[in-house]
Nanobody, 126 residues
Framework: QLQLVESGGGLVQPGGSLRLSCAAS????????IGWFRQAPGKEREGVSC????????NYAASVKGRFIISRDNAKNTVYLQMNSLEPEDTAVYYC???????????????????WGKGTPVTVSS
């Protein structure tokens, strides 16, 4: 059974940092584009970042650009989202998702993703 498992969420003060992990179970991520998405209560799911299969292409939502960094370690079958300078507006459940596309694919389009984790909550508050 193919599964993605997020971890690393929690409570952090504004200005703090967290690193989220997305680990694959049951399949290898080597050929998969990975996206991070988030959804705050009562709001639409939004794309945060994506990374292509090799890790050479990344994209970020304007709201997180310069603060978040996406990376992957295919040997560990894991993708990371380093979140710095966190703001209360970053509070949401964060999901990772995977899709098997071409090596140049990197898009934060939720409908294109085939596999989803169950999410890890991030709360940014004093």
């Amino acid at each position: 059974q193919l599964q993605l498992v997020e971890s690393g969420g929690g409570l952090v003060q504004p200005g703090g940092s967290l690193r989220l992990s997305c680990a694959a179970s049951g399949f290898t991520l080597n050929y998969y584009t990975i996206g991070w998405f988030r959804q705050a209560p009562g709001k639409e799911r939004e794309g945060v970042s994506c990374i292509n299969s090799s890790g050479g292409m990344t994209n970020y939502a304007a709201s997180v650009k310069g603060r978040f960094i996406i990376s992957r370690d295919n040997a560990k079958n894991t993708v990371y989202l380093q979140m710095n300078s966190l703001e209360p507006e970053d509070t949401a459940v964060y999901y990772c998702a995977a899709v098997h596309r071409g090596s140049s694919y990197c898009s934060m389009y939720a409908d294109a993703m085939d596999y989803w984790g169950k999410g890890t909550p991030v709360t940014v508050s004093s």
